[in-house]
Structures are given as C-alpha cells and as structure tokens.
C-alpha cells in the first residue's frame, strides 16, 4: 500500500474549500453577514444560499473543471461564489472590473470561462465584448435592483442571481475529489504586456487560510484577529480573493460586512454602525477614508487595519495611529496567493519604544507559518540578516502558485532555481523584520548608489502638508539618475511651494547626513502634482509616471 493511502476504512480528509465551513456551522450558524444595508443573513443561510448557487450552476452544464467567471463588487454574492464554484470542481475566476474592456475580454478568453455572472453596473462593458467573447456560452445577472436592470442591452440572461437560487435546491452534494484540484484563476494587473494569469488549488487555498488565521489569531493583542472581531475587506474580492481573508473570517465564524463599491462615507458608515473592527486595503484607500470629513465623526479606536499592496508610508501611519487606528503592514505577491509576512509587534514593545514601534509596523513583517524567506544576491547567495544588506526576496511556501496560466516560459523564469522570484528588493533585520525598499525595476541608481524609492517616500509623507508621493528615477548625463519626489498635497494646503521643496529637500539631508539614506539621495527633486497614476487595484503606476516626465 502506498504511504498516505487510508487504512482500514480510515477517511483520508482531502484539504477542500468546502471544510472551512464546518466550524462556523457548528459553532456559530447564527452570526451574521451583511452586505451594505441591502441583505443580512446567517452562515446557516450561506450554507443553503451556497447549495441553491451550485444547483443552479449545475443546470447550466457546470461541472468539474468548467470555469465561472464573476465581475461583481464586493458582495455576499461573490462570498457565496467563492465557495459554490470551486466546491463543485469548477474554477472560480474573479475578474478584474477596473481594467479597461480590451483586458477584460482578453481575461475571459485567456481563462476560457464558461459562464459569467456580471453585475448590472458593468452590462456596458460585457456590451462592448459579448460578440468576441470565445468560450463564455451562458450569462447570469447580478443586480441590487430587479431582474428588469437587464433588460436595457439585449444580453440573453440565463437568469436573475435571486431568481436562480430561488428555484434550486439548497441540498446539493458536494463530493471529495483531488485536493489539488484547481480552484481559482485571477489575472495579474501588471504595467507592463498582457495580463498574467495565476492560479491556485483547494490544498493551497486552505493551508494559506490556515496559516494567515494562526499569523492574525495567536497575536496576544495588536493585529490580532479572532471570533469577536468584526471584518470587512477593502480589498476588492477580485484582486487574490481579497487577500484570502474571506476564507479566514468565513472559517472563524465572524461577523461579516461587505461594502459594495468603495465609497468613503459608506465605508466609513458600515465601520460605525455595525462595529468592524478589522479590514485590510492599500494605502491610498486608507488615505482616502481618513482624509474624509467624515472620518471626524467615526471611533475608529477599535480598527485594526492590514496595509498591503504598496509599503506603509510612515506619515500615512502616524495619521491613522492618532486616529486610534492599529495600523500595520503585510506583504505578498498575486502570486504568493498573497500574505508571506505580517508587521506585528511582540507584547509590550510599543509601550517600551514608541518609535520603534512605528519603524516596525510600517515594514512588511515577519514570515508567516510555512513561508521560507530569504533575501539573496545576484549570485544567490544569503544576505546576512543585519537591517541594511540588500538583496531580492525569494520565497517557498506550499500555497504560492505553481506557474501563469498557459505561459510555461514566465512561469519558468518565476520559479527560477527552485524559488519563487518577487522581484522585489530588501533586507531583514535581526529580529526577522523584511523591510522592502524597492521593486527590482522600480530601484534608482544614482553615482552607481542604489536608493530606495520606497524609504524617500515613507520620508516625506511624514511632512504634514504632504498627502501623497511618488519617487521615480530621472534621467542624468551626470549621475545616470537622479530622484525625483512627484508629490500631492492635502487639501486647502496654503503652504508656499518654494518653501516646502527647501523643508522637504533638508528633511533628506538629515537622514543622509544621520546616515539612514545614500548620499546621493540629496539629488532629489520636488515637484507637485494634483495627482498620481494608479493601477486598477489602486497601486502607484511608476511605469506611466516614468512615461509621462
């Protein structure tokens, strides 16, 4: 008998999406999930809710290995297709809503869906696709509204969500089949070619919910997450199955928000009126709800928040902490399905060493269980773990994706020697902290010095009348590149230009001079912009910031 073969009868447990649900239906089947103020039902209820899905899918011809694609904004709705889908041995692909219809149909093709669940508000973009659309043969409507929404564009629905559950069965059976089994695909938003698919089975979703959940819940107070919290993400569910959290909350039986469309004062309402206390997002989201008048209004003392996506500017820190926000930083990859690494401070420290404290919750953390970190040369070799030798950020863990869809030549060279290659640069320190100070393409190289972007940056956000920056690298005849800081100031600033590119250009000579940047780092320059390039998930596009100087 082969090793690992069951004995005996003995049922050998498959690592399956559909065993996150035992827990909160033994333990909790009364907690709630909402959806904005529209819908408020219990994880009883998302059991059969997500029956009814599968059943209905089931009697449009989805089967094993068929793939469902949704665009849809944070809602039950996509909670329920996170597990319906690929419990049945389908692939759930979440679609990326904010890239442009070009990419989105490029996404459905690539992926080769068989049925799109589209919400009402994206018809005119499934309008301007329907007719190059290669593989996608059934429609479902998503609507807040009624079934009618629909009608406007001449789409041969399927069927309304609600009309479809409604004439399915909640019984439906969900039987074991290969752990590894696909169960996910989502599409990288890269700025550079066409997007890159990644993927990621039942075995890999599950170990990564597990680890994350032992990372957020053994935390004996800051950045702790466990059953009495209240969770909303805002990080939108199409982007790495919003940074795998929903599986988190979902297995830990919490209660449940979900916000629809990011608007600040409706973010900022949800938090107040129904008690959230632990969400994640990138920092210009976070940015965007605290510079909300509103924000004036809410506690949000009992807020923890996870920053990922872009590195912790500290300014944007120091502003949630004095709102009484336990702020701190993560990090991972699309690939790396995501979360390697979590900020979380050790019991006490930030009493003992406040500003110490700040300096590590705006680093990208410690390895989470089962993530082997490294930080490497070029020729491969360890860097030592001292704070300040640099290297790339190379990774092993069981739930890091195997390779991009149908690209074995990029997913070779993502897997080069063994390792997974994010192509970011940084360093560890003693105590296990990986602070990332740059992309690999993003590092800016001036009199043959490397200087980190990122460490500008987190520098003069700290200014008060500064709400946002980028640094880029400029071309120089002279030093081959020099930096320049694009900056963005708060709102009703009054603040004499001249004056802040001389308060700003003197904040870097004393951390040169302290020795905390390169000395070439005094060859930075300032200008103001009204505004910087995102991409779709709301990350710094240096790319067309580079394009546009």
């Known amino acids: 008998m082969s090793e690992g073969a069951s004995v005996g009868g003995a049922y050998a447990y498959p690592l399956l999406i559909k065993q996150l649900l035992h827990t909160p239906l033994a333990n909790a089947p009364d907690q709630q999930i909402l959806y904005r103020d529209i819908s408020r039902y219990s994880y009883r209820t998302l059991r059969e809710r997500i029956g009814r899905l599968a059943g209905a899918l089931a009697r449009l011809g989805v089967g094993h290995g068929r793939t469902v694609a949704v665009m849809d904004w944070d809602s039950h709705r996509y909670l329920e297709c996170f ?7 389908a692939v759930l692909q979440t679609v990326n809503v904010r890239l442009s219809p070009e990419q989105v149909l490029y996404t459905l093709n690539h992926a080769r869906a068989d049925v799109l669940l589209v919400n ?75 997007p890159k698919g990644v993927y990621f089975s039942h075995r890999q979703l599950v170990l990564h919910t597990l680890s994350v959940a032992t990372a957020l819940g053994t935390a004996p107070a800051h950045g702790r997450f466990g059953r009495e919290d209240v969770y909303m993400p805002i990080t939108p569910m199409f982007h ?34 129904h008690g959230v206390s632990f969400s994640h997002c990138v920092p210009t989201i976070l940015h965007m709800l605290l510079a909300s008048p509103k924000a004036k209004e809410v506690d949000l003392s009992r807020w923890k928040v996870v920053i990922g996506g872009s590195a912790l500017p500290r300014g944007l820190a120091e502003t949630a902490l004095a709102k009484g926000v336990d702020i701190f930083g993560g990090y991972g ?19 003992t060493d406040p500003e110490a404290a700040l300096g590590r919750r705006i680093k990208a953390g410690r390895a989470i269980p089962l993530v082997e970190l490294r930080t490497v040369s070029e020729q491969f070799q360890d860097q030592p773990r001292d704070g300040k030798t640099q290297g790339e950020v190379v990774v092993r863990a069981p739930w890091l ?18 390792w997974l290659h994010t192509r970011d640069i ?61 900056v963005v100031l708060k709102p009703g600033q009054n603040v ?23 000395r070439y780092a005094v060859l930075t320059q300032f200008r103001f912009v009204p505004a910087l390039a995102k991409t779709s998930v709301g990350k710094m596009d240096k790319k067309a910031m580079r394009q546009d100087i």
């Open 426 to 486: 940084g360093h560890v320190d003693p105590a296990g902290y990986l602070q990332v100070t740059d992309r690999i393409k993003d590092v800016i190289k001036a009199g043959g010095e490397w200087i980190s972007s990122l460490e500008l940056e987190s520098l003069i956000t700290e200014h008060p009348a500064v709400a946002e920056v980028a640094v880029i690298g400029q071309k120089d005849e002279k030093w081959g590149e020099k930096p320049l800081a694009l």
């Open 83 to 89: 597990f319906a889908v690929p419990m049945m041995g």
């Open 496 to 518: 004499e230009e001249g004056e802040l590119r001389r308060e700003l250009r003197e904040r870097v000579h004393q951390r040169v001079e302290a020795g905390i940047l390169p």
């Open 240 to 273: 790495v199955h919003a940074w795998g959290l929903p599986y988190v909350a979902t297995m830990l039986g919490v209660k449940q928000v979900y916000p629809g469309r990011y608007v600040p004062d409706t973010l900022l309402h949800l938090i107040q009126e």
């Open 401 to 418: 994706t195997q390779g991009y869809l149908h690209d074995d030549e990029a997913s070779a060279e993502l897997w080069e020697r063994g």
């Open 333 to 351: 990859l699309s690939e790396t399905c995501p979360v390697l690494s979590l900020a979380q401070l050790d019991p006490g420290f930030s009493d």
């Open 120 to 194: 009402a508000e994206f018809l005119p973009i499934l309008d301007i696709i329907r007719e190059q659309l290669e593989t996608v043969r059934q429609f479902i409507l998503l609507t807040d509204a009624g079934p009618a929404e629909g009608n406007a564009f001449g789409i041969p629905f399927a069927g309304e969500y609600e009309q479809l559950l409604a004439a399915a069965s909640p019984e439906h059976e969900f039987p074991d089949f290969d752990e590894n089994t696909r169960a996910t695909t989502f599409y990288t938003t890269g700025t550079t070619g066409a």
